[in-house]
């Protein structure tokens, strides 16, 4: 019995190590849960993150992470949540992860958005922040996380050996680097849609009028896409949150359209492509 038990906790270790972060991965908090998302001391479904329905940018059927902070001592009194789940652990490097792309919703009070990470005996944070207003809408950021982006707050190894072996992954608002000194804020901040992406991967098109669109989104049945000029055969891609690719096709027309009836409700990200450009958006199957 004990030489079975040791056999089945080995295997557990060994699924451990080898689970990790892949390239456009997606949490999108689809499944009504807050996906490992949590705050530290006593984080709960009172104090800690919580899943809100129909709360997400697309609005209906679209669910989306809510954290309130409370500005006051104690549990939850600073803009800080976490994840230390297999899916955000790993070598961000080897993946070719070099940004982190959320939508985000900020209320109350303005944050300051940043990046920490810990791996290695080491802690660091993205050395720029990026302003959110507290404006109660949707915004979409990017915050970059190559080694240069990074301040070391704590430990001996640098930035890039701990994008190599990431255990914790935070996001929080302060007006300087940290680890364990977030802004203490009462504020209420929603994100749906964390992405781990490259940017390689970043639309290269600066000009709404020359992307394309999608339609409908979220939608059940069809996706639908649309192209504002002709430029020539571009490469179709459709991946799933784990970066799976579950479809692939050529676009030869201003306008086409793919059967998405069978595929699993959730988030997908549509890539088109050819030798001169990129553009990647997110779709929603109900």
Do not use: H
Not at 6 to 11: D, E, I, K, N
Not at 80 to 101: H, R
């Amino acid at each position: 019995m004990k030489r079975t038990l040791l056999l089945f906790s080995t295997c557990l270790i060994t699924f451990s190590l080898t689970a990790q972060v892949t390239l456009n991965q997606v949490d999108d908090f689809q499944d009504g849960t807050t996906q490992n998302w949590r705050i530290g001391g006593a984080g709960n479904a009172t104090d800690g993150p919580i899943n809100v329905t129909n709360g997400g940018p697309s609005g209906a059927g679209d669910n989306c992470l809510q954290y309130t902070s409370t500005g006051t001592a104690g549990v939850a009194s600073k803009m800080v949540f976490f994840s230390q789940n297999n899916q955000w652990s790993g070598d961000f490097i080897t993946q070719g992860i070099d940004q982190i792309n959320f939508d985000v919703n900020v209320q109350t009070n303005a944050l300051n958005l940043r990046i920490a990470l810990q791996g290695s005996g080491t802690r660091i944070c993205s050395t720029s922040a990026i302003n959110v207003p507290a404006t109660g809408n949707w915004s979409n950021i990017t915050i970059p996380i190559d080694p240069s982006d990074f301040t070391i707050v704590s430990g001996g190894v640098d930035a890039a050996t701990v994008l190599s072996n990431v255990q914790t992954l935070r996001i929080l608002s302060s007006s300087t680097p940290t680890w364990d000194g977030p802004d203490v804020i009462a504020a209420i901040i929603q994100v749906d849609n964390i992405l781990a992406s490259s940017s390689l991967s970043i639309p290269e098109f600066q000009n709404q009028n020359t992307e394309f669109t999608i339609s409908p989104n979220p939608g059940k049945n069809s996706l639908n896409i649309k192209l504002p000029t002709s430029n020539g055969d571009m490469k179709l891609e459709v991946f799933d949150v784990l970066g799976k690719r579950v479809y692939q096709g050529i676009i030869t027309q201003l306008q086409s359209s793919v059967n998405v009836s069978n595929w699993r409700s959730g988030v997908y990200l549509v890539r088109v492509s050819n030798n001169e450009s990129v553009q990647t958006k997110r779709f929603i199957k109900q």
